[in-house]
């Protein structure tokens, strides 16, 4: 087992990518904290995770949410006693309340509160899960930060000028914190992901899907196992020597 014994949160591991993140690091042999925003999504994973035979616990909070940030932590370190590896995955892909398809905004439409919305839930929160894990890791002098861009930080596209921008300041708080943290014996990374099936891209409408499938080289988004499977390579001691980098799994999106 690659990750036995680690103490491991995932945050935004209610459904989605951070799920079967959650899954995978459970069966590697990790005790995770599934943190989400929504209580039952957050406990739903937990149970899962129990019932395969593994150790999970619920965490909710907001993580854009300095305060509830903290507080989660105390909670998440009082039941687990530290952390060996934190994975910010936590983040939406629309900032307006509603049901159907994803609203595609023009910059000129995005309000303050799509922008602020957006940036806070991405990086924020990456920022707020970071700096508290690093009070934990850097006395220790071990730990693994894996914290979740995607392409839209790295390419751009089109219509989600504020969700290309919180990701692409994920990217680069990754490479500056990697560089300041490596002395001390924490390994910090990003993944940039393709588009993926998840209930995010769910709601994209017939028409986006099918502009991103022509735009993916292997003709299909790819799965949550493929993003699970980078996370835990970047979680596992095989990645020591990986230091502010980002992997990209995007079925060839960057050479479309």
Not at 17 to 39: I, Q, S, T
Request: net charge negative; with cysteine.
């Amino acid at each position: 087992m690659r990750l036995k014994d680690k103490i491991v949160l995932v945050t935004g591991g209610g459904s989605g990518l951070g799920r079967e993140m959650g899954l995978l690091f459970a069966r590697e042999g990790a005790k995770v904290g599934v943190n989400d925003v929504r209580p039952e999504s957050a406990q739903n994973v937990a149970t899962e995770i129990t019932r395969a035979g593994g150790v999970a616990k619920p965490f909710v909070a907001d993580v854009s949410s300095s305060v509830a940030v903290q507080k989660m932590f105390v909670e998440f370190l009082a039941a687990f006693g530290t952390i060996d590896v934190l994975v910010n995955n936590a983040g939406i892909g629309r900032t307006r309340d509603g049901t159907g398809e994803t609203e595609l905004l023009g910059t000129v439409d995005l309000t303050d509160d799509d922008w602020h919305r957006m940036v806070a839930t991405h990086l924020d929160a990456t920022f707020y899960c970071t700096r508290e894990a690093l009070k934990v890791m850097i006395p220790k002098a071990s730990g693994h930060i894996i914290n979740q861009g995607s392409i839209a930080g790295t390419a751009g596209l089109p219509f989600v000028s504020n969700y290309c921008a919180a990701k692409a300041g994920i990217i680069g708080f990754t490479k500056s914190v990697a560089l300041e943290v490596a002395k001390h014996g924490v390994v910090v990374n990003a993944i940039a992901p393709g588009f993926i099936e998840t209930p995010m891209t769910a709601l994209m409408s017939a028409e986006a899907r099918e502009w991103v499938i022509n735009n993916t080289p292997v003709g299909r988004l790819g799965e949550p196992s493929d993003i699970a499977a980078a996370a835990l390579y970047l979680a596992s001691a095989e990645a020591k020597f990986m230091i502010g980098q980002v992997i990209s799994p995007n079925g060839g999106w960057t050479t479309a």
